[in-house]
């Protein structure tokens, strides 16, 4: 089983313009010990099972949310989405729409330049 932190937060479907409250599952931050977190929340990086995943000294990451449920849009009931999670000085900062695909390759994208990790 993989282990994720999750982020409760509305997103706007773009199709519909329904704003829907979803939990966003990420890898960033002590994810061995599956994080429960909320938008303005400060990322935890020190758990009982130690296992994190990328870096406290990065200032600016967009993580990929994986939706946890398995519809995401209480209007049209798309059954797939991926959001991106604003993140800045550790601190979830937003949530935004970012595909109706079901997955991409990359997890994180780090700076200002977005670099993928």
């Known amino acids: ?3 994720f932190a999750t982020v409760t937060a509305e997103v706007e479907c773009p199709r519909c313009g329904v704003a829907s409250s979803a939990d966003w599952q990420f890898y960033l931050g002590a994810v ?37 449920g398995s519809e995401w849009c209480g209007s049209c009931r798309h059954p797939h989405a991926l959001a991106d999670i604003h993140v800045r000085e550790n601190r979830i900062e937003r949530v935004t729409f970012r595909s109706f695909e079901p997955w991409i390759p990359e997890t994180l994208f780090v700076g200002p330049e977005r670099k993928p990790v």
């Open 1 to 3: 089983m993989a282990l």
């Open 32 to 68: 061995g010990d599956m994080p429960h977190y909320a938008v303005g929340d400060v990322l935890r990086w020190e758990g009982t099972r130690r296992q994190t995943y990328g870096s406290p000294e990065w200032h600016e990451v967009i993580a990929v949310g994986y939706m946890a």
